[in-house]
């Protein structure tokens, strides 16, 4: 990774004067991104959903599917 200078160099900026400075009615020159300055997430890893969470809700959708097959059942018989 190759750092970029998010300073401006004076020398070669429109509109600065000596030393750096902008004077009345300039725009100052615009900063640039710094992609180096993001906090570093590795609490957070992106690994999907647990297993425990997703078993129990395909047994929890099995078991109400069960229950409404065996109640329609019911009252066909």
Do not use: C
Not at 50 to 65: C, G, N, Q, Y
């Amino acid at each position: 990774m190759s750092y970029v200078n998010p300073d401006p160099e004076p020398e070669r900026t429109t509109g600065l004067e000596p030393g750096g400075g902008v004077p009345p009615g300039e725009t100052p020159p615009a900063e640039s991104s710094m992609p180096e300055a993001r906090p570093q997430e590795t609490h957070n890893p992106p690994k999907g959903w647990a297993k425990a969470p997703l078993t129990l809700i395909l047994v929890l959708v099995v078991l109400v599917a069960a229950f409404f097959l065996a109640y329609a059942l019911a009252l066909i018989l």
